[in-house]
């Protein structure tokens, strides 16, 4: 099968099902303009997945806006430095059940089912390719260059969208439900500890979401902070861009050694997470968080087959300096100095540090308004986390805020705590968005309960025009 004949095979599939029938949400007005019953903030895999979700559910009168050029949405093509996915290959996501939109489907009409055997995992620059295809074939409705700067809300429902960018209108955008599909680092920022911000010049260090100019650095020496599969990713993507020296400086005098999600995925934690009790949630996620996602076994050992890596356990970074020499780190087993520093130590997830909920943030409830944790677990990351419905809904810590939030839902990574993995990693957005997209759906349709209903008590159109005359004369 070519991708030709596999693009008809997906729009025969969705006519099965009557895929694109009549909307059933109840049109708005607004003076300022068009109002949207749901504009998705994110362009990548769970803001696509999101949107094919709703047109399955009759909800046609979406947006969705990414602030990046069309096809260099999320991570994969921008900062992510991994071969492949992490994930096992064979995992759905976001074709929703529809067998010809999976990645499998899309690798087998170019490379046949021999391929597909072939491969181990799934190749980082083909993802993306796959996410370019399903977003055309679907015809999904994404405007690019369009970076949301704030949320404002106004009466009846409706949230006014600031934005800017190439791709942006003059005008903000309205919107009754706003789904903030905005990746892993979505929920806050990317951290990079005070100690190196405040004692480094910029020009020394990056963060590993950032853009680095490996080419200048060819043939000199970095170090990478930090024990994930992240930083391991870099190290080898470094050494392959003619790094001399790769070191790896993990906190632990171990290795992590064991990935939780892979148990989630065949266990039911997963899908069924969001029926846990508060207590058993936040026991799992500190459990999460305290194994921390160790390498693949092949990116580790990609990384380790360059002579000019080393690793170095039981090493945290005790102070960093600039001189002329470059960065020097001291550590429990030494001081080093290195041309430049790549900083591989995750995310900081609050409300409080998202720039677009700046109006709204003080209503958000965390989950450190609503739990008290065990002592021996209690963790500040972990409370920063907004505290969500099942169906992703932010939620109020207040009475007053109750009117604000609502429409508002975060499906990225700030989601973990209350709903587990299905909006952070791959293997759970089959899970995920069908549960996002029921609960936007039944909001819209308990907002427009009062008219859904009085149309319903109105119905007045003949179905039954049979000759009852000559029916009850025969009898």
């Known amino acids: ?40 903030v994110g362009g990548g895999q769970g803001g696509l997945g999101a949107a ?45 059940g529809i067998p010809s939109l999976t990645f499998r489907s899309y690798w087998e009409a170019q490379f046949g089912e021999k391929g597909w ?14 996410l370019r295809w399903y977003r055309k074939v679907l015809n999904l409705p994404v405007k690019n260059e369009v970076k949301l700067n704030l949320i404002e809300p106004l009466e ?27 990746g892993i680092q979505g929920g806050g ?58 070191h790896v400086f993990v906190r632990r005098k171990e290795m992590p050694r064991i990935n939780p999600i892979r148990q989630m995925e065949g266990s039911g934690l997963i899908e069924r997470f969001y029926s846990l009790t508060d207590d058993d949630k936040y026991a799992v996620m500190a459990h999460f968080f305290k194994h921390n996602q160790p390498p693949t076994n092949d990116t580790f050992e990609r990384a380790a087959s360059w002579p000019g890596f080393q690793l170095h356990l039981g090493s945290p970074w005790l102070h ?7 960065a020097v780190v001291t550590t429990p087993q030494g001081t080093f100095t290195f ?48 505290y969500l419905s099942p169906g992703f809904a932010l939620l109020s810590r207040d009475e007053e805020g109750k009117k604000i939030l609502h429409g508002l839902f975060s499906y990225n990574y700030s989601a973990l705590i209350s709903c587990g993995i299905i909006a952070a990693a791959l293997s ?36 039954f025009i049979g000759d009852l005359n000559n029916a009850v004369s025969r009898s």
């Open 339 to 386: 041309d430049f520093l790549i900083i591989s130590t995750g995310l900081m997830t609050d409300p409080a540090l998202r720039p677009e909920l700046r109006l709204v943030e003080k209503h958000i409830a965390r989950w450190g308004d609503c739990f008290t944790a065990p002592e021996d677990i209690a963790n500040s990351i972990l409370d920063a986390h907004p």
């Open 428 to 463: 759970g957005l089959r899970f995920g968005i069908p549960r996002l997209v029921s609960a936007v759906a039944e909001q819209l349709f308990l907002d427009d309960r009062n008219e859904i209903l009085a149309q319903y008590y109105a119905y007045n159109e003949p179905e």
């Open 156 to 182: 009846n429902g409706i949230h006014r969208l600031h934005v800017e960018g190439n791709g942006a209108p003059a005008e903000p955008l309205l919107a009754r439900k706003v789904i903030l599909a905005t």
């Open 1 to 40: 099968m070519s991708l030709e004949a596999l693009n008809e095979q997906v729009k025969r599939d969705l006519s099965y099902l009557a895929f694109g029938g009549k909307d059933w949400v109840q049109p708005v007005s607004h003076p300022e303009g068009h109002v949207y019953d749901v504009i998705i």
């Open 52 to 96: 094919f979700g709703l047109l399955r559910e009759r909800i046609s009168n979406i947006l969705v806006i990414d602030e990046n050029v069309e096809g260099f949405e999320g991570p994969w093509e921008t900062y992510a430095r991994m071969v492949t996915l992490r994930t096992p290959k064979h995992l759905t996501s976001i074709d929703l």
């Open 189 to 246: 920022q990317w951290h990079v500890p005070q100690m190196i911000s405040e004692n480094l010049p910029p020009h020394l260090y990056a963060h590993t979401s950032k853009a680095i100019d490996f080419h200048s650095l060819k043939g000199k020496k970095v170090a990478i902070l930090g024990g994930g599969a992240s930083a391991f990713d870099n190290a080898n993507f470094a050494l392959s861009e003619g790094v001399a020296e790769a």
């Open 117 to 130: 055997e072939a491969i181990d995992k799934i190749p980082r620059g083909d993802w993306m390719d796959y």
């Open 320 to 326: 960093v300096e600039a001189t002329s020499e470059g």
